[in-house]
């Protein structure tokens, strides 16, 4: 997109992940929220789908990979980006080496599960065929407040 730096991009993307996010909040779901973007184009979206699809594999970011390689017609998705809204787990860290996907952008730090920097760097192994640049903290508070609101909501129903 002509006119804007890098950081402004990855800002305009951020927000359409959150948007996203907030989907799967009403569906009362994690509030993950990620898309795939090549060439300036948007060729992925997904956001948090777990309690819906009963499927342990449905985050945001698997949803967003398949949407991406059904359009590309192909599962290397190199030369693309993800945004999401929360750091990715050892699960999709691990799609994003294996899809050699080039950059990830994402919101906030997951302390708990993060697998591309806080507990694990599966993105920046050197030991794998393939790393992926990582750039995490774009609009990071409002990711935050996203899960933190939904966290506190399922609390105070008496759930973990």
Known sequence: MLGLDPGELDQRFMR?????????????????????VHDGRVIGRGYNQREKLQDPTAHAEMIALTAAAEYLKHWRLEGCTMYVTLEPCPMCAGALVQARVRRLVFGASDPKAG???????????????HQVETVGGVLAEEAVELLRDFFRHRRALGEK
Request: overall charge negative.
């Open 16 to 36: 359409q992940a959150l948007e996203l996010a907030r989907r799967a909040l009403e569906a009362a779901d994690v509030p993950v929220g990620a898309l795939v």
């Open 115 to 129: 697998a591309c920097g806080s507990l694990f760097q599966i993105t920046a192994d050197p030991r794998l065929n």
